[in-house]
């Protein structure tokens, strides 16, 4: 056997998830996803395809809209982080969460966490100003019920309602 050190199997990360400071050990392999359902019950983020293609795992990291999938939570260290779970204020929904339950945006709901938290970036974004371009802009989010009418007309209800710190 030889003396070669070895290199430390989990690296120290701080995270602020939903307004909570969480200090972690983490390895240098874990994804955010999983860190966030498999480690901290959070598990309103979905595992769709873990390959960056569907849009189920998506959470606002620093306010950007990441696919939590193909992000290392080691690379996350000092960053704010919003996943569903995050959004209402207490009782009160976030308005793109009332609006999703207002236009019956969903069938079997899979989707809808990384829906709703891909809706709350492109309104940060600020460049999505019709139907049009809140497809493209949310074309990474797929819905296997295929239910994209409705999608798109919950956000566009929803985006002049989101001006302000809950975004
Ligand atoms: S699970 Fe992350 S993009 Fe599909
Ligand atoms: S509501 Fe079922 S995948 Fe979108």
Redesign the pocket.
Known sequence: MSDVPTEPSTHPIGLQINGNLHQLQVPPWLTLLDLLRDELDLVGSKKGCDHGQCGACTVLRNGRRVNACLTLAVMCDGDELTTIEGLADGDRLHPLQQAFITHDA???????PGQICSAVGLAREGRATSRAQIQEAMSGNL???G?YSNIVAAVEEALPHMGGPRL
Do not use: D, I, K
């Open positions: 969903f069938q079997c709901g899979y989707c809808t819905c296997r019920c239910a």
